[in-house]
């Protein structure tokens, strides 16, 4: 089982540049989310979505949208990257309160 | 959502037992309590749950008293490679684990 799968593992931007952080599960969950985690700090959630077609925002949206177009996949968009976006992406899946994450993407802003 | 409270960090030594104790006083009725934990570089990773009393798994105990208003996650005979942040979560099965916060977890570092 790939379990969850983010693309790519690193990236760097430059201000003012878009890009999309992909997402997709193998494990048939309804549940995505869509986490970023600063330096030494804990988890916070941007987006979620409990199933297809069906996203909601998290504690920290601004800057970001998603779409769910299928159950496997949850893509994050940033439109005007900008430094204070510079962070680790974790995406997840899950079922009851087990939660399963990806390895995450490390993008930096410059 | 019930909010948790949780040491910043631990120190232990390898082969000791470690309990990290987890707070929280709002906790409602549908809550259940998971234990989540992360490595460098690497997203979390579920480690344990439960609802009350004591849950056992291979990897660690999790201690729930009877107002539920703490619990306390153990692991035994700790080794270097348990060196990570654990996080306790607090949250209804409806409510999922990406619902829950993750605060800022309590960092263990064990030492040889």
């Known amino acids: 089982n790939a379990g969850v799968t983010q693309t790519p593992k690193f990236r760097i931007l430059k201000i003012g540049q878009s890009m999309t952080l992909q997402c997709t599960q193998d494990m048939n969950h309804n549940y995505m989310y869509w986490y970023r985690q600063d330096p030494g700090m804990g988890l916070k959630l941007i987006y979620y979505s409990v199933g297809a077609g069906i996203t909601d925002k998290g504690e920290v949206p601004n800057g970001y949208n998603v779409s769910r177009s299928t159950t496997e996949d949850f893509p994050l968009r940033l439109e005007l990257a900008a430094p204070s976006q510079t962070s680790v992406y974790f995406c997840?899946?899950?079922?009851?309160?087990?939660?399963?994450f990806g390895q995450g993407t490390r993008l930096t802003v410059v | 959502l019930a909010k948790t409270t949780q040491p910043i960090s631990m120190d232990s030594y390898e082969g000791q037992e470690v309990n990290i104790t987890c707070s929280h006083n709002n906790i409602a009725t549908n809550d259940y309590i998971t234990w989540y934990q992360q490595f460098p570089s690497q997203g979390p990773r579920f480690i344990i749950q439960?609802?009350?009393t004591k849950v056992t798994n291979e990897v660690a105990s999790l201690f729930i008293p009877a107002d539920r208003k703490s619990s306390t996650l153990s692991l035994p005979r700790v080794s270097l490679s348990d060196t990570a942040v654990y996080y306790c979560?607090?949250?209804?099965?409806?409510?999922?684990?990406?619902?829950?916060?993750f605060g800022d977890g309590t960092t263990l570092t064990v030492k040889p």
């Open positions: 997840a899946s899950s079922r009851k309160q087990e939660a399963f």
């Open positions: 439960g609802y009350k």
């Open positions: 979560l607090v949250g209804d099965e409806d409510t999922n684990a990406g619902k829950s916060t």
